[in-house]
T-cell receptor, first 112, second 114 residues
Framework: GNSVTQMEGPVTLSEEAFLTINCTYT??????LFWYVQYPGEGLQLLLK?????DKGSNKGFEATYRKETTSFHLEKGSVQVSDSAVYFCALSENYGQNFVFGPGTRLSVLP | NAGVTQTPKFQVLKTGQSMTLQCAQDMNHEYMSWYRQDPGMGLRLIHYSVGAGITDQGEVPNGYNVSRSTTEDFPLRLLSAAPSQTSVYFC?????????????FGQGTRLTVV
């Protein structure tokens, strides 16, 4: 079956540091890939997505590139802010945004 | 702009009790689903529906029932709560067509079964 693996953390960074959260996946088909973010006490919000190989998703300074050859979708940001502190989930879907398979989530804390 | 609304936000149940978690969306989305979130496991799909009158099982359906009598509502029923069902539950909805469709999540229901 399909699965998503990501570093669990927690990850603690200082403000303005570079962020990478690794995500790899296993899928039988050609899924779409997503990063969701969960702020404390809230539901999940879509951060970015990519629907085919070599696509780059980007939003709010975050980026991730769909790498089919390495089955990866690593999340990066060049300069994190305190407001980026949250839990980040990597996910895949074989029908564009339904029936997700999620990774375990990575808790990020950014210190001033 | 209500989006996806879940009620209640918090609930404590005794083992063996029943309850219904409510989920409503006002975006005319065909697809609705329920997930549970447990530490270290991410979110796992419980049940989903692609339209009124149509439901199907996800990865972890045991102990849960659903029905979809209207497009707007997708309640999740626990018939006899067990401590293993202690979790945070999220409802999500989206359109069923299109590459650019986006899933919207509710704010969650934190359920504790004692």
């Amino acid at each position: 079956g399909n699965s998503v693996t990501q570093m669990e953390g927690p990850v603690t960074l200082s403000e303005e540091a570079f962020l990478t959260i690794n995500c790899t996946y296993t899928a039988t088909g050609y899924p779409s890939l997503f990063w969701y973010v969960q702020y404390p006490g809230e539901g999940l919000q879509l951060l970015l997505k990519a629907t085919k190989a070599d696509d780059k998703g980007s939003n709010k300074g975050f980026e991730a590139t769909y790498r089919k050859e390495t089955t990866s979708f690593h999340l990066e940001k060049g300069s994190v802010q305190v407001s980026d502190s949250a839990v980040y989930f990597c996910a895949l879907s074989e029908n564009y945004g339904q029936n997700f398979v999620f990774g375990p989530g990575t808790r990020l804390s950014v210190l001033p | 702009n209500a989006g996806v609304t879940q009620t209640p936000k918090f609930q404590v149940l005794k083992t063996g009790q029943s309850m219904t978690l409510q989920c409503a969306q006002d975006m005319n989305h065909e697809y609705m689903s329920w997930y549970r979130q447990d530490p270290g496991m991410g979110l796992r799909l419980i049940h989903y529906s692609v339209g009124a009158g149509i439901t199907d099982q996800g990865e972890v359906p045991n102990g849960y029932n659903v029905s979809r009598s209207t497009t707007e509502d997708f309640p999740l029923r626990l018939l006899s709560a067990a401590p293993s069902q202690t979790s945070v539950y999220f409802c999500a909805s989206s359109h069923t067509q299109g590459v650019n469709t986006e899933a919207f999540f509710g704010q969650g229901t934190r359920l504790t079964v004692v």
